[in-house]
Structures are given as C-alpha cells and as structure tokens.
C-alpha cells in the first residue's frame, strides 16, 4: 500500500459510545474513574494503548478537549501524531504537541491555522484546500515515514475513514457500562446512510480475536474486509 496500514483503536460501552455524554465537558478518561463499577478495570486500557502504533491519527477538537490549548508543556513521548484540525487547536496548542512528540503533522484545510506561526523543527503543516484524507494518509508515509498508524479520533473522522476504505484493522476496549443519549458520540458517527445504493459504503468485518479481560472488560480485535 502506498499508505499506512490502520488500526481503529478506542475505550468503548457496550452501547458503542466513546464519552460519558454530550458536550466537551464530558470525557471519558476525566468521568470513568469516577463511576464503581468501571473505575477498577480501566488501567487495561491505558496498558493496551501504551502498545499501539508509533504514529497516532487524531483531532485538533480531542486535543483541545483534553487541555492542550491549557497545559503546560509536557515531557517528549516517543510517540508521532497526525491532528486533523481546522479551528479548536490555538498556538499554545500546537507547541504543547510539539513538546510532546516526536513529529507533529497538522492536517487543515485552514490556510491562517495557528500552527503557520509556530516555528518547531518537528511541526509540519499539510494544508489542502480540500480535505482528501486518503491523499494526507498517502503523504504521512512517503513524507514522513509512518509504516503504521493507530487511529483515536472522534466518531466523525472514523467514519470518514471507514467509509473510505481507509481502516485495515479495528481493536476496541469494551467498558461493562451503558451509556445511551442520542447526541452522546460513538465509535463512528457522521452522516447516516440513505439510501440502499449506498450499502457498499458498509464494511464487514472478520474477528480476529475476543478476549475478557478483568473487571467485566473485554476486548474486539478484527479485520476489516
């Protein structure tokens, strides 16, 4: 493939919801410690993810969520992230990641994005005026070298990429929780099919694996045909 192969790896409910709620004020990784029950078997998850790929595709909207527009500068990860952002990202927030990884590649269809004006050696700004995810996952490889790539983004990027045929693999955490709430994200959000022309936009999956983990936790490891 002249592009990385994909991993879709994320936290999920039993009901497919990656948050607590509506709104960025509710979060998994800040509300499941708080719930009994949830709290206990959450540490598998963060042990998974410390074994995911090098590179990480994620949004500009997530980081912001989690305080990088805030924080103060962290220590460097041995990690690389890809962000798809156009406007939640602030300068602050983009040398916050650069503080913390390897390589940053900022993926916008905004030509005045803050990252122009942050001068760090391992920032990139991949500008097009259209968003052509297969093009940018294209150019993450032959530009900058990233063989593979853990996928962690919102329900919308998600189906984006599933739908363009762009996920090889899916790996999900499953949290012993319901969460339901018809605006609360999921695994893959974004527009809803509408027709049945629009079928071969699905993609079937072949199990891998199915693992239980402690706590009433589990965990789905398929291949997307």
């Known amino acids: 493939m002249d592009r990385p192969v994909t991993t879709l ?3 999920m409910s039993l009901d497919g919801k990656i948050s607590t709620g509506a709104g960025d004020g509710l979060d998994f990784d800040r509300d499941l410690p708080r719930v009994p029950g949830v709290a206990e ?4 998850y963060y042990e998974l993810e410390q ?3 090098l590179w990480s595709l994620n949004t500009g909207r997530v980081m912001a ?3 990088a527009n805030e924080l103060p500068l962290p220590e460097r990860l041995t990690v690389s ?3 798809v952002d156009n406007t939640h990202l602030t300068d602050a927030g983009v040398r916050w990641l650069c503080a913390r990884c390897m390589q940053v590649v900022v993926i916008t269809s ?3 994005h803050p990252a122009n004006e942050v001068a760090e050696p391992n ?3 991949m500008y097009r005026e259209r968003q052509d995810l297969s093009e940018a996952l294209r150019r993450l490889r032959t530009e900058h070298g990233c063989e593979r790539l853990t996928i962690q983004s919102g329900g919308t990027l998600n189906t984006a990429l599933v739908r363009e045929g762009l996920v090889d693999f899916v790996d999900v955490v499953v949290a012993p929780l319901l969460v339901g709430g018809r605006d609360t994200p999921t695994l893959v959000d974004g527009p809803s099919l509408a027709s ?3 079928l071969s936009k699905l993609r079937p999956l072949e199990l891998l694996g199915c693992e239980s983990l402690q706590d009433s936790y589990m965990r789905l490891r398929y291949r997307v045909k």
């Not at 078997?41 to 598998?44: D, E, K, S, V, Y």
């Open 51 to 53: 074994k995911t790929d």
């Open 9 to 11: 790896f994320m936290l």
């Open 196 to 198: 049945v022309g629009e």
């Open 65 to 67: 969520k989690v305080g």
């Open 123 to 125: 920032l990139s700004v």
């Open 81 to 83: 992230f890809a962000i």
């Open 41 to 44: 078997g959450l540490h598998q």
């Open 110 to 112: 905004n030509a005045a």
